[in-house]
């Protein structure tokens, strides 16, 4: 059960992303091959309809890399998105069963980096979704569904409206975009904050995209 803190924490962050202007314009939508589900079924797919049991998440500290590599076959990611939880507390755990208790099939995000709270600050916590190589639930728009299907969700917890992310967050996040970057092909310029893509104030006026993007290599 969650503590009364972490429930108002989660509850902010399934609403936290405030709408507000697009910070540039969307890229080209994409007309390439659609990628179906992964090699695990779908909770729809399940016996019965039924919602899959809660899957722990799997913590890795930031720079071990290979604890980031899916066990089987690879979806074809084209696009990397940065989120932040909009939340002072929480974890890949929390945002999990709140999404799951708002009738969510699981975390919509792939990976959770901590601020130090309910995770370690700068661990990067594994979504249950990373693992079958499945959609993203993260960053919907109707008119570019690629974001979600082909676009990898990265959220660090915070409220980078009010405080910037940790610099061990910020490290974090680098190495993990670098890996995610590296072995997948995604250029830098389909590397987005979710108000780059949509109109919402997530990851943040404070989040250091400059910083981000000058460690990148």
């Not at 974890?91 to 995000?109: I, K, M, P, Q, T």
Request: charged letters at 20%.
């Amino acid at each position: 059960m969650l503590s009364g803190a972490a429930v108002t924490a989660a509850g902010i962050a399934l609403n936290g992303c405030q709408k507000a202007g697009l910070v540039r314009e969307p890229v080209t939508p994409y007309f390439g091959p659609r990628h179906g589900p992964g090699p695990y079924a779908e909770a729809s797919q399940r016996a019965g309809g039924s919602r899959p049991p809660s899957e722990p998440t799997q913590v890795a500290r930031a720079s071990s890399g290979g604890l980031w590599t899916p066990p089987g076959p690879e979806r074809a990611w084209r696009y990397i998105v940065l989120h932040h939880s909009a939340t002072d507390h929480g974890s890949a755990d929390v945002f999990d069963r709140l999404h799951r208790s708002a009738g969510w099939d699981e975390l919509g995000y792939h990976f959770v980096i901590g601020n130090g709270t309910e995770s370690g600050n700068g661990a990067v916590e594994i979504g249950s979704r990373w693992p079958k190589q499945k959609h993203g639930a993260h960053c919907k728009v109707s008119s570019h569904p690629e974001y979600n299907d082909v676009g990898i969700g990265v959220c660090l917890v915070g409220n980078f409206d009010q405080s910037r992310p940790s610099d061990a967050q910020v490290a974090a996040c680098v190495r993990l975009v670098q890996f995610l970057k590296d072995r997948y092909g995604v250029p830098e310029s389909r590397i987005y904050g979710h108000g780059q893509l949509k109109p919402t104030h997530c990851p943040g006026a404070l989040f250091p995209y400059n910083e981000v993007f000058r460690g990148l290599t």
